[in-house]
């Protein structure tokens, strides 16, 4: 791996021919419009509030459908319950801008699942505020794109597959609210949901990275469980969090986004499978047709640093 210098960084925008063909598109036919953000809670502080200010800009122009959190919602424990102060603290009075007033479909982090927060919670206080979407730990919700085109999603609990969360050593605040979950009825319902799709767009949201650049660097077990079927089910993109940076990896024809830096950013780095890597904080903002999608990691003065072109064929 090498550093992101902020030069690499620059020279990837719009990286391809297929880039600047597909931008065209863009401006025909009916488009689903997204921002993804992923490990922001800290009431405020840090970075958040000014991620935040950015996204509500940028939602006044493009208009998002919905909000995809990717996990970490709230630091550092979690929430105890749907009255927990940080919904206000770090969720209400972060997000006010009449532009972010869009459904949230959230997943959990491992923050979220650190003693004594309450992951039942989040699933819960949309109760309280239907504004925020996460029916259960992990889930499907398809969106239509004009008429007839359908993107399913699929959100996964990712926390409970990764190995290091069950010992005493490194999962202490984690290793009991893992064990009360069955990661093998989490795959089954993952295989059988993507075999079910018959949707032109399949896109899955999990908190952790499967391959990374940044800090925490690949996920070994999601190598071994998740990729396989991402590969056999023609999946066309891998939204996660966790590494606190913004980044674009390609492996087969699966690309794979992180946009962990909605509040604070780590170092990060170019591996062998990197098209753009950036210790910045932001957010991804994300525009979807009927054969392409187009994904632009946006910093916290919005600027775009980067854009790409994903096609559906």
């Known amino acids: 791996m090498f550093a992101a210098s902020q030069g690499l960084v620059a020279a990837s925008i719009l990286p391809s021919g297929l880039a600047l063909a597909g931008e065209a598109m863009l401006t025909n036919g009916p488009a689903l419009d997204f921002f993804v953000i992923g490990d922001w809670g800290r009431r405020g502080n840090a970075c958040q509030s000014r991620v935040a200010g ?28 749907v009255k927990d102060p940080q919904w206000e603290e770090s969720f209400e009075k972060v997000y006010h801008q009449e532009s972010l007033q869009v459904p949230w479909y959230s997943i ?4 979220d699942y650190h003693s004594p927060g309450n992951c039942d919670a989040q699933i819960q206080y949309h109760e309280v505020n239907a504004r925020w979407n996460m029916p259960a730990r992990y889930y499907r919700q398809s969106f239509k794109i004009g008429s ?12 409970p597959m990764i190995g290091s969360y069950y010992s005493l050593l490194w999962g202490r605040k984690t290793r009991l609210n893992v ?42 077990e999601l190598i071994e469980s998740i990729l396989p079927l991402l590969n056999e089910f023609n999946v066309h993109a891998y939204f996660n969090g966790h590494d606190h940076d913004l980044q674009h990896l390609v492996s087969g024809r699966v690309n794979f986004f992180d946009s962990g830096s909605g509040s604070s950013h780590n170092p990060t780095f170019f591996n062998i ?15 979807m047709t009927a054969d392409y999608m187009q994904v632009r ?17």
């Open 297 to 313: 990691m946006m910093n916290d003065h919005g600027r775009c640093l980067y854009s790409t072109m994903v096609s559906r064929v």
């Open 179 to 220: 064990m009360t979950q069955d990661v093998p009825a989490q795959l089954a319902w993952f295989r059988q949901a993507l075999q079910s799709s018959t949707a032109p767009w399949k896109i899955v949201a999990g908190h952790h990275p499967i391959f990374s650049g940044g800090g925490h660097g690949d996920s070994q």
């Open 108 to 111: 959990l982090g491992n923050h």
């Open 54 to 81: 950015q996204m509500a800009a940028l939602a006044e122009v493009r208009k998002p459908s919905f909000i995809l959190s990717v996990g970490d919602n709230f630091y550092e424990d979690g929430v105890c319950s």
């Open 273 to 287: 499978h990197s098209r753009f890597s950036s210790s910045s904080p932001g957010f991804a903002a994300v525009r």
């Open 148 to 159: 007839s085109v359908v993107a399913d999603f699929f959100f996964l609990d990712t926390t």
